[in-house]
């Protein structure tokens, strides 16, 4: 039986790494690489600041707190809600799992406010 191709195939044997510019390349994709990608000690030496565009009252108490979240948590179960009447299959499933979800955190909300000591 004949076989079209040599066993192993013919190969190139210089690497692409050997030819004469191939440290520039090499630390040309290393710099593009820790541009993209940097390091774990990069992020975390980067000084977080948080943003101001939308912000809590600093001197709303817990028990404010905890009602708001409850009532938006019921608003936004609401609305996902009247969105999967007008959808069918598999979104309509995806939906009903965030109501879900929804419904968990809203549960664990109210108890949070159970659990608050009102003077």
């Known amino acids: 039986m004949f076989k079209a191709t ?9 690497s692409p790494y050997e030819s004469l510019d191939s440290k520039k390349l090499n630390e040309a994709a290393e710099r593009a690489l820790n541009f993209h990608f940097p390091s774990n000690a990069d ?28 009532e938006t948590l019921a608003s936004v179960d609401v609305m996902v809600h009247q969105l999967v009447d007008h959808l069918e299959g598999e979104s309509r499933y995806a939906l009903l799992g965030i109501s879900n979800s929804i419904m968990v955190a809203e549960i664990t909300a109210n108890r949070v406010l159970d659990k608050i000591d009102t003077p």
């Open 43 to 70: 992020i975390k030496a980067t000084a977080r600041t948080p943003s101001t565009m939308l912000s809590v009252n600093p001197e709303a108490t817990a028990e404010t707190l905890a009602v708001f979240l409850v």
């Open 6 to 14: 040599p066993n192993p195939p013919v190969t190139d044997p210089a």
